[in-house]
């Protein structure tokens, strides 16, 4: 996989044109900075064997920490505004704490 300056200096080049140099650079930061997640991910789902309960819960957590907030920036920062809550399960809404 490539690195994230690739990454991110990619998706900034193929995107100035419609958004501008820093807006642009800006989805590229948000689009190359879970990289890394999304590489951890795919490996786990084509190894779902070797790994066991608690590896594959700590990638789950570490990925649905990191991700959606990175996803929910660049897709404002393109013009297709804030994230909505397709599936009616509360996304918008604070957890309860118990």
Do not use: C
Request: proline share 2%.
């Amino acid at each position: 996989m490539s690195d994230f300056k690739e990454i991110q200096d990619r998706v900034a080049a193929v995107l100035s044109a419609d958004l501008g140099g820093d807006r642009a650079r800006e989805v590229g930061f948000h689009m190359a900075d879970w990289s890394g997640d999304l590489e951890e991910l795919h490996s786990a789902w084509n190894n779902l064997d070797g790994l066991d309960d608690e590896q594959l819960s700590k990638l789950i957590y570490k990925f649905l920490a990191h991700v959606p907030n990175h996803l929910a920036a660049a897709k404002k920062l393109i013009g297709y505004g804030p994230i909505e809550d397709t599936f009616e399960v509360g996304v918008l809404e604070e957890d309860d704490e118990d």
